[in-house]
């Protein structure tokens, strides 16, 4: 019987009551995290060194919902970003964003559909999803997971999903691992490093629970650390698709974590019921961290060839 290994995170390190806090990303250079509020239109950046005090926010007009670095590109000025219509562009000095192209050329269904959880896969290549907008309502079987080329040809990898959410690669980049929320699955697939295409996919995890699989990062050993939204927890799940560690935490509105050193960092969302669930409405929205002793993969930079000046 597999051993499971507990930790245990009761407060939040920053309690600033995100809407639906997502995709932390940690820019090693500068020790800072920055991390979305994909309801709020926020983008929130922290410096890690100096703590929460230091914490800055860009508002924006749409929803993000993951950002990126771009090879030979400063990320303290610009980074990469899923916004609402397609990637952009978003110059954090100025606060402003340029569309790079969109995720369907039919305005209306555009006008539908957001951005949600995505990655860089390892020759530079941006992969992301997408799902109904708040104003539709519950989200429906919408949604496609898209890549975009270094050139930021568009291409659709799989049609028909309701919430698309994590996106990563294994140690040594031949599997593709992709989590359909709404199922409550995450899906691995053969990945052809050199093409970016995808082949096998087969159901590689299912949750058995109420809560639905969220963001996820992977470990130096081939752990995925996977996200548990409405259930509070982050599971440690193994190579062979078996969970070997579990993180409580106290919301359970968890959406994604992210490694600092061996410390996973954690965002989280408003929750959804809380005369039901009062602890977790007051911790709901926060960010938190625990120490768990591994240490993630390095994020890939986004590797542009086109001939537009970024």
Known sequence: ?????????????????????????????????RFVDIKKHQLHVINLTVGPSSLKTIQLDMPVGVTADI?????????????????AILDRRTEKYELLGYFHDNRGLDDRLRSNDGAVDPQGRFWIGTMNDFHVGPPQAEGTLFRFDNDLKRNIIREGLTIPNGVGWSTDHKSLYFTHSAEREIWKYDFDVKTGDVSNGKVW?????????????MDEEGNIWQSIYNEGRVLRIGPEGKVTG???????????????????????AQEEEPEKYPESARCGGGLFKVDVGAKGLKEFEFKYTGTKKL
């Open 1 to 33: 019987m597999v051993e499971i290994k507990t930790w245990k995170v009761t407060e939040p390190y920053l309690d600033l009551k995100c809407g639906l806090g997502e995709a932390p990303y940690y820019e090693a250079i500068r020790n800072h995290l």
């Open 71 to 87: 090879e030979g590109i400063d990320s303290s000025e610009k980074i990469l970003i899923g916004g609402k219509h397609g990637p």
């Open 205 to 217: 995890y299912k949750h058995d629970g109420e809560g639905e699989p969220d963001g996820f990062k």
């Open 246 to 268: 579990v993180v409580e935490l106290p919301t359970r509105a968890t959406t994604c974590p992210c490694f600092v050193g061996t410390e996973l960092w954690i965002t989280s």
